[in-house]
């Protein structure tokens, strides 16, 4: 079946570090891939997909590229921030079959940055 | 804030009761996801429904079940709990059910059982 692997953490940064978190997947066909984030208290929230391969993904200057010939879609940052202090969750969603649509998620990592 | 709205935030209760998880999805979202996140399970999926209708089941225990409404409203029923089914409930909402189509998250209710 499908699954995500992201890197082991907590990972733990100064203000303005550079930002990796490493994710890879295996599934069949052509999945969509997402990261989210989850704050302290709070729900999940999509941070940003790709849907085909070579696509990037962009938001608050984060950025992630769907590689599928490495099975990767890493999460990456030039100058993190404190308030980006969170657990950030790599998912792929594939179609068909009895996956119908249904997120499966990387275990987490945890992120702190310091000031 | 998402739009995916859950009831109740907290639930504490005991061993062998039941209880009843309410989300109400995004204006328009037709489709509805249960997940279940635990500390040593992650984030696990339970179950979907797509305009009233059963469509996809992932690691949901026979003690659980699910409906999702003619207002599209969803409800999660958990039965018989255990100590073990402490966990953090999310449901999810989504326009319609292909791969490309985002996953909006409500807040959660956290489960409690003493």
């Known amino acids: 079946g499908d699954s995500v692997t992201q890197m082991e953490g907590p990972v733990t940064l100064s203000e303005e570090a550079f930002l990796t978190i490493n994710c890879t997947y295996t599934a069949t066909g052509y999945p969509s891939l997402f990261w989210y984030v989850q704050y302290p208290g709070e729900g999940l929230q999509l941070l940003l997909k790709?849907?085909?391969?070579?696509d990037k993904g962009s938001n608050k200057g984060f950025e992630a590229t769907y590689r599928k010939e490495t099975t990767s879609f890493h999460l990456e940052k030039g100058s993190v921030q404190v308030s980006d202090s969170a657990v950030y969750f790599c998912?792929?969603?594939?179609?068909?079959?009895?996956?119908?649509?249904?997120?499966?998620f990387g275990q987490g990592t945890i992120l702190t940055v310091h000031p | 804030d998402s739009g995916v709205t859950q009831t109740p935030k907290h639930l504490i209760t005991a061993t062998g009761q039941r209880v009843t998880l309410r989300c109400s999805p995004r204006s328009g979202d037709l489709s509805v996801y249960w997940y279940q996140q635990s500390l040593d399970q992650g984030l696990q999926f339970l179950i979907q429904?797509?305009?009233?209708?059963?469509?996809a089941k992932g690691n949901i225990l026979e003690r659980f079940s699910a409906q999702q409404f003619p207002d599209l409203h969803s409800e999660l029923n958990l039965s018989s709990l255990e100590l073990g089914d402490s966990a953090l409930y999310f449901c999810?909402?989504?326009?319609?059910?292909?791969?490309?189509?985002?996953?909006?998250f409500g807040p959660g209710t956290r489960l409690t059982v003493l």
């Open positions: 998912a792929l969603r594939n179609a068909g079959g009895t996956s119908y649509g249904k997120l499966t």
């Open positions: 429904y797509y305009n009233g209708e059963e469509r």
């Open positions: 999810a909402s989504s326009v319609d059910q292909g791969r490309r189509d985002t996953q909006y």
């Open positions: 790709a849907t085909k391969a070579d």
